[in-house]
Nanobody
């Protein structure tokens, strides 16, 4: 059984950077894809980024493309979301999730396991 734990959230000024981490345990980490989603108050949970099991393929929402970088370290059972040039509209709870049977998809319904989330707040 896969378990996911996020860390690295916090408060940052607009234009700043944060790096989120998500540590996985359970099933062999290099056998499944991973994703990041976020949910702002009163809004639906939305796709942010995904990475294939090997790390060779990454996918980003248009709203974060060019500012966020998703990477994985299979030896450390960890994925990272480097977030640069942060904007107030990036404020949300960020969740990592495991896509156990797919290539790293963009819809939350395809993800099988979720972490509890980490809060990111960007002040203007």
């Amino acid at each position: 059984q896969v378990q996911l734990v996020e860390s690295g959230g916090g408060l940052v000024q607009a234009g700043g950077s944060l790096r989120l981490s998500c540590a996985a345990s359970g099933r062999t980490f290099s056998s499944y894809a991973m994703g990041w989603f976020r949910q702002a108050p009163g809004k639906e949970r939305e796709f942010v980024a995904a990475v294939s099991w090997s790390g060779e393929n990454t996918y980003y929402a248009d709203s974060v493309k060019g500012r966020f970088t998703f990477s994985r370290d299979n030896a450390a059972n960890t994925v990272y979301l480097q977030m640069n040039s942060l904007k107030p509209e990036d404020t949300a709870v960020y969740y990592c999730a495991a896509d156990l049977y797919g290539p790293g998809r963009t819809t939350k319904q395809h993800y099988d396991v979720w972490g509890l989330g980490t809060q990111v707040t960007v002040s203007s």
